[in-house]
């Protein structure tokens, strides 16, 4: 069993930084693909960045390459989401995700096992 703890959202600027954290109990967070998944109102959840069990793979989609950026620590079972460049198209809640089955190579949470409860992020203009 994996119990993801999210925080660090907020309100914020257009342009401005914020930083997500998602930590994860449980011994084997080490075989765990981690992934963040936004929702925003009245919009499918979608999956927006990934990243492989050891951390030499990642994947992000199009929409928030070169402005997001995901890492993880395996000694402090936590995985981050640091956001530049804010817009308010990135606003919604932010899920992060955990996810076995995916393997050891990919970057990408297909069908995740766990989910955190979900953070706010709003971006005003």
């Known amino acids: 069993q994996v119990q993801l703890v999210e925080s660090g959202g907020g309100l914020v600027q257009a342009g401005g930084s914020l930083r997500l954290s998602c930590a994860a109990s449980?011994?084997?967070?080490?075989?765990?693909?981690m992934g963040w998944f936004r929702q925003a109102p009245g919009k499918e959840r979608e999956f927006v960045v990934g990243?492989?069990?050891?951390?030499?793979?990642?994947y992000y989609v199009d929409s928030v390459k070169g402005r997001f950026t995901i890492s993880r620590d395996s000694v402090k079972n936590t995985v981050y989401l640091q956001m530049n460049s804010l817009k308010p198209e990135d606003t919604a809640v932010y899920y992060c995700?955990?996810?076995?089955?995916?393997?050891?190579?990919?970057?990408?949470?297909?069908?995740?096992?766990?989910w955190g409860q979900g953070t706010q992020v709003t971006v005003s203009s």
């Open positions: 990243i492989s069990w050891n951390g030499g793979r990642t």
């Open positions: 995700a955990a996810d076995r089955r995916a393997g050891p190579f990919s970057a990408v949470v297909s069908e995740p096992e766990y």
């Open positions: 449980g011994r084997t967070f080490s075989s765990y693909v």
